[in-house]
């Protein structure tokens, strides 16, 4: 239970851990403790299985230190078994049944009570929590695959369980070449459809796929197989649902009363009131939470430019400003600082990802170089212009050039992350293969030269699940992916592709050491706007202070083939072609430079060697140097 220590935390808004003192904590003896946070409460009562769901049963004392804090034992109390808290509250005669805030478990949807449970689980994960810090840090190879449980794959109609999809995943993951996962939300929602984008269980994985020791498992497995798991992980808002965290006590007190600060008109949900202290230690609870009792490996922070601004979604009149009269919202930013502080001052060796759409500074920046902490960010901006870029019919892309130079003016303010995610392929923005243009031989040549691109520019990657093989319809929850098309030669050329890209890039220093820093890219070409060309270098750590070889990236977005294409080189001697998105084998017509091709002393682009190339149409190709062929 409680001590004043944790009272203090608690009401200072830095308590990391509130989930081990506050919910329900089953005792060895038998019965179990309750404890919930309804500062506004009457009286307080746990309502369960065990005593016919009778207010008068297991009544809660309140706190006499004025923290709201309402505990008790009730002796019948087992594991396994459903309850609630029954809220009396002191305003309107407001009575109402909430499931618990700190709950670990929940009944199968559309039931919406807590359920007693306990988090035991003897975890074989022991080698990769010991080395992971490497795995999960700026200079490694970062390839993550988006999955959504639910519709990744089902069986006859029906969801997987988190331990088959252990094993199925962590094979596929393998096979792909797949550093991480990262998993939609599978914080308890009631609503499915949500995608777990409207979290009510804020420290409990959903039961639709099973138990808690089942969602460990999950984790476990994938960690021994060397994969790293990242959870999509909400705290900008939550649903009205009335057994959740909305008017807990009848008052506002998860969320602002004022709507114009407590209301997310765009989600139809609350937002949290993160100038309240409590609020701040709850939500940094159920970050460190995920951390501490399933070994993830980081946490992917869901709509933070909602988060940052006052005016998100809203026009004149419908918002608040700030004591300054501003647009920022200076507890979120102080909130998403503390939350940072938390996760690198306790685990490291894990990351935070802040989804973030604006240009706001320094969000992955350290809190002492003024930033918010995050280690990166999702880079909407170059997934935008890219994606605009690729829906251009070759022949006009000569005057939308910029679109895939303009990101590499920003690329090193911030830490970032290249997404392809699942919010490019839902609300009728149709699949990634069918937003290319052209004939179904170019839609599939286009999708493959722009993930060849992807996978040579600066930043991390993700990809959602099912572009890996062109998916041809919109993604839906509603059923699983169409796994029947990987079998088709494009899709599977294209499937094949992918597998090697990842080969690649984890075996390339020069693709993923700098990442985020200038010193590891420079342009080749950047202005052949009437051939649609792009040309650029990566560039390794130089190690010991001996020079380290770099790899020629280069992009032909045209259907028609260049040959004799001259580009400087920075060293002569053999570079050796190990991508090629045009290959056969991936579906392409098999133009390309037989393997590799040797520097002549011929200048160009202001470098003393250059290399004489064939650019297949619609591809990319990925040129390494090693000296001698």
């Known amino acids: 239970m409680t001590n004043d220590h944790d009272i203090y935390l608690f009401r200072e808004g830095t308590h990391a851990h509130l989930a081990d003192r506050l919910g329900c904590h089953l005792r060895s003896s038998g019965g179990a403790d309750f404890a919930v946070w309804a500062p506004n409460a009457e009286s307080v009562s746990v309502v369960g299985d065990w005593n016919a769901w009778s207010g008068d049963a297991d009544p809660l004392q309140v706190r006499e230190d004025g923290s709201g804090i309402w505990q008790g034992f009730a002796a019948g109390a087992e594991h396994g078994q459903t309850y609630k808290y029954r809220i009396h509250s002191r305003h309107a005669g407001y009575v109402v049944d909430k499931a618990d ?7 199968a949807p559309p039931a919406t009570a807590s359920r007693i449970w306990s988090l035991e689980h003897t975890w074989n994960d022991q080698t990769w929590m010991g080395a992971r810090g490497p795995k999960n840090a700026l200079d490694a190879p970062m390839a993550v695959y988006e999955v959504h449980l639910g ?3 089902r069986q006859d109609g029906q969801f997987y369980g988190y331990r088959e999809l252990a094993h199925l995943l962590a094979d596929y993951v393998l096979q792909m070449g797949f550093t991480h996962v990262e998993l939609m939300p599978v914080t308890e929602h009631p609503f499915y459809g949500s995608w777990g984008y409207q979290t009510t269980g804020y420290f409990a994985p959903t039961s639709r796929y099973g138990t808690p020791q089942d969602f460990m498992y999950f984790v476990d497995h994938l960690h021994q197989q060397g994969i790293g798991v990242l959870l999509d992980w909400v705290p900008s808002h939550f ?15 998860f969320e602002h009363a004022d709507p114009r600060q407590g209301f997310h008109p765009e989600w139809n949900s609350s937002i949290f009131n993160y100038g309240r202290n409590e609020v701040r230690s709850f939500l940094i609870s159920s970050g460190l939470f995920w951390l501490d009792k399933y070994h993830l490996d980081g946490l992917r922070v869901d709509a933070v430019a909602s988060m940052l601004y006052l005016d998100y979604a809203r026009e004149p009149g ?14 979120a930013i102080e909130f998403l600082r503390t939350l940072n502080q938390a996760v690198y001052r306790e685990h490291p060796d894990t990351l935070t990802i802040a989804e973030e759409s604006t240009a706001w500074p320094r969000v992955s920046r350290p809190t002492d170089m003024d930033g918010l902490g995050f280690g990166m960010k999702w880079n909407m901006g170059w997934m935008h212009d890219s994606l605009s870029y690729m829906k251009e019919d070759p022949i006009h892309r000569q005057y939308h050039h910029h679109h895939l130079t303009f990101s590499l003016i920003y690329a090193f303010n911030e830490n970032f992350v290249l997404p392809l995610s699942h919010d490019e392929v839902v609300h009728g923005k149709g699949s990634l293969l069918n937003k290319m243009p052209g004939d179904a031989w170019q839609q599939f040549a286009n999708l493959r030269a722009l993930f060849g691109f992807m996978w040579g520019h600066p930043g991390k990657k993700l ?12 993604w839906t929850h509603d059923g699983e992916l ?84 001259l580009l400087g080189v920075p060293l002569p001697g053999y570079w050796r072609e190990v991508i090629n998105s045009d290959a056969k084998e991936f579906g392409g017509a098999g133009w390309g430079n037989l393997g590799g091709v040797e520097a002549a002393p ?28």
């Open 101 to 107: 805030p700190f709950a670990f478990y929940a009944e």
């Open 151 to 153: 519709s990744w794959r």
């Open 239 to 253: 649903p009205t649902d009335e057994h959740g965290l909305g008017y807990f006590d009848g008052t506002h007190l």
């Open 318 to 331: 419908e918002w608040i400003p700030n004591p300054h009269g501003g647009r920022e919202n200076l507890a």
């Open 463 to 474: 990809l959602f699940m099912g572009a890996e093989f062109g998916q041809r319809r919109e």
């Open 482 to 565: 169409e796994w029947w098309v990987a079998a088709l030669d494009g899709h599977a050329g294209l499937q094949r592709f992918v597998a090697q890209l990842n080969r690649v890039y984890k075996e390339t220093p020069a693709l993923y050491q700098l990442d985020f820093s200038a010193a590891g890219f420079e342009w080749v070409l950047a202005d052949d706007t009437r051939n649609s060309v792009f040309a650029f270098l990566r560039k390794p750590r130089n190690e010991g202070g001996s020079e380290s070889a770099p790899v020629l990236v280069v992009s032909n977005m045209t259907p028609v083939p260049r040959t004799n294409y």
């Open 602 to 629: 011929v200048p160009s682009n202001g470098r003393a060697h250059s290399l004489c190339l064939t650019l297949p149409p619609l591809s990319t190709l990925i040129l390494e140097y090693v000296a001698h062929a």
